[in-house]
């Protein structure tokens, strides 16, 4: 079977999660994905091998922003681009049920 998404592995595992979750009381930023209650985000990196938005300079800055504002509310955010898709889905999952516990 081919691992299109994220989501999908998260279905396949049985892991719930909310998509384009909403996390700061302010800002506008939101997760890819989410487990609220084990506060636990999972951002899709997208274009990193064509100079995507997350790979120049201001798209970067201010992933980091994002990222340091939600590890400073608690998150723990797990990041990941087409390659973990391609060669190790499996190891979303795990990630994700080694926090969740």
């Known amino acids: 079977m081919k691992i299109e998404s994220i989501a999908q592995i998260l279905d396949i595992y049985r892991i719930p999660y909310e998509t384009e979750y ?9 997760f890819d994905y989410a487990i609220p209650d084990s506060r636990i985000a999972i951002e899709y990196e997208g274009g990193v091998w064509s100079r995507g ?4 300079g201001k798209g970067y800055i201010s992933d980091c922003d994002k990222y ?22 499996e190891q979303i999952a795990r990630d994700v049920q080694e926090l969740m516990i």
């Open 68 to 89: 340091n504002a939600a590890t400073v509310l608690g998150w723990r955010v797990l990041r990941y681009t087409i390659d973990h898709l391609n060669k190790r889905p």
């Open 53 to 56: 938005r997350h790979s120049r």
């Open 22 to 30: 909403r996390f700061h009381p302010t800002r506008k930023w939101r």
